[in-house]
């Protein structure tokens, strides 16, 4: 990974910055919990859910840009030029927004009465007024390089959400009041990052390139919203066919496990533009190296996780949140399957680099379309299925589970034919190995000795890796 043009000590400091605010977060998420009761954090769970995919009002402009500007000469005036582009046409999604929110505002009773989510759809809406905005402009100092003052203002955006949520615990504040505080720190937000590329913004804009971003963007855009539901369309599933009690234990249980992946992720996102740049030019056998390498990464992350996790569960959600004691399963379910998109992320910016987007994105829709149409089948039909003791949220965790699953297996079939010697079966088998045991002696309520075989597997299969990764960390210090 070192040649990468963001550097091992950069890397290392972002994700400590992250891992920072990921322990803000898991405060957040807890506190909020405890308060709210599991029906009120359903609902704001399935708000902030809308208000993080709200940036598909974009049209994809944050993935074009990383795609087309990845790799190119940041002196060339086509670089500066498509910046610009860019920042002009988020602006003026953002209007749109503006406006759209006002009208949810004047309309909230109304709205409120189709759902509770009805009311708080203005502020979905004014949030991604500057969202959308930041979003680009984070990505555009990534591919710059600059991962550390990203790093910082996610530091500042974590710090001010758990002052927020303190004080409405404290005070006794409603959730309107911890969005109305929460969309002031989006507010800053924008503006911090606003001054960073204030200079390269002027009312010059091609509105040919607009549409050539927007025609590159829009499948990328497609894929990131499907991807992300293929996590997330459990809660919305939940949310509009159930009650909010079980939403918010489903939302509980997501929460944990993307909190627990936060880091992972952001490591992952501060190296796509690179992994992009150098999978346009790699060769056959450098690509292979590359994925073994980054999987084997990934697995002793996974490991490692899985291990704190189960000690997580067991001696702290039981005792303190005895309320959701019961989302385990649901847990484990969706901690598999954004690892099991975290390992298809190099394959997934191997074919982003070789332009098989459209194919991906099939794939990621069809994996959507699998879960949703299995999903809904379940609550019309549950009679049916309540002979194999799971409940239905348990049921909705296991289908996500198999939906990326299936997505997977579709993206390693189609990056095969840019490896060299592909061994993409075995190690899905592996995987597949790892969640079985584990799941079967969890199931037999035997923790411990689920634990000891995964600490087993770490230290006699995973040995390179583990080394490796802590050679990177001892060049760091």
Same mark, same amino acid.
């Given at each position: ?11 290392? +400091? *972002? ?106 759809? +203005? ?17 555009? @100092?990534?591919?710059? =390089? ?46 911090? +990052? ?10 010059? *804009? ?10 590159? =963007?829009?499948? @990328? ?42 880091? &992972? ?45 189960? *000690? ?37 910016? @191997? ?5 098989? /987007?459209? $194919? ?13 149409? @299995? ?9 049916? %299925? ?14 996500? %589970? ?24 075995? *190690?899905?088998?592996?995987?597949? %190995? ?7 002696? $969890? ?28 050679? /990177? &960390?001892?060049?760091?210090?």
């Amino acid at each position: 990974m070192n040649n990468f043009n963001i550097s091992n000590k950069d890397t290392f +400091y *972002f994700s400590l910055i992250h891992y920072f605010v990921l322990a803000l977060h898991i405060c957040r998420g807890l506190f909020l919990a405890k308060y709210l009761g599991a029906t009120g954090f359903g609902l704001y769970g399935l708000v902030l859910l809308a208000q993080q995919q709200i940036s598909a009002s974009a049209l994809g402009m944050r993935e074009a840009i990383t795609l087309k500007l990845s790799g190119e000469d940041e002196q060339s005036t086509d670089y500066i030029s498509t910046i610009n582009s860019t920042l002009i046409f988020t602006i003026f999604v953002g209007f749109l927004l503006l406006i759209s929110g006002f009208i949810s505002f004047f309309e909230k009773e109304k709205l409120s009465n189709v759902h509770p989510i009805g009311e708080y759809l +203005y502020f979905i809406c004014f949030h991604g007024v500057f969202s959308i905005s930041s979003e680009v402009i984070r990505n555009i @100092l990534r591919i710059k =390089g600059k991962i550390l003052y990203v790093g910082v203002i996610d530091l500042i955006y974590g710090l001010s959400i758990i002052c927020w949520a303190l004080i409405i615990i404290f005070f006794e504040k409603d959730l309107f009041t911890f969005f109305t505080l929460s969309l002031v720190t989006n507010i800053c937000i924008f503006f911090i +990052y606003f001054y960073e590329i204030f200079n390269l913004l002027n009312l010059k *804009f091609q509105l040919r390139k607009i549409f050539n971003l927007i025609s590159l =963007g829009f499948p @990328l855009l497609i894929l990131n919203v499907s991807t992300i539901l293929m996590i997330s369309i459990g809660q919305w599933i939940v949310g509009f066919q159930d009650n909010l009690y079980n939403l918010g234990l489903f939302g509980f249980a997501v929460s944990i496990a993307s909190i627990v992946n936060h880091g &992972l992720g952001s490591i992952t996102w501060a190296y796509f533009s690179s992994m992009i740049a150098e999978y346009k030019v790699a060769s056959k056998n450098r690509v292979s190296e590359l994925s073994r390498t980054i999987r084997g990464y990934l697995f002793v992350c996974f490991i490692v996780l899985l291990i704190f996790t189960s *000690f997580l569960y067991s001696y702290f959600i039981e005792v303190f949140f005895k309320e959701y004691e019961s989302t385990y399963f649901i847990f484990l379910m969706i901690f598999y399957s954004q690892f099991i998109q975290l390992f298809s992320y190099p394959d997934n910016a @191997l074919l982003l680099a070789r332009k098989k /987007i459209n $194919q991906v994105s099939m794939i990621s829709i069809l994996s959507c379309l699998f879960m949703s149409t @299995l999903s809904i089948f379940i609550y019309n039909n549950y009679d049916f %299925f309540s002979l194999i003791f799971f409940q239905k949220i348990e049921l909705i965790s296991i289908i996500i %589970f198999l939906g990326n699953l299936l997505y997977m297996i579709g993206v390693l079939r189609l990056s095969r034919a840019y490896k060299e010697k592909p061994q993409d079966l075995n *190690f899905l088998i592996y995987l597949c %190995f790892h969640i079985v045991v584990f799941l079967f002696f $969890q199931k037999m309520n035997m923790p411990l000795i689920s634990v000891l075989i995964l600490i087993f597997f770490l230290v006699i299969f995973h040995r390179r890796s583990s080394a490796s990764l802590f050679r /990177i &960390l001892k060049d760091v210090f």
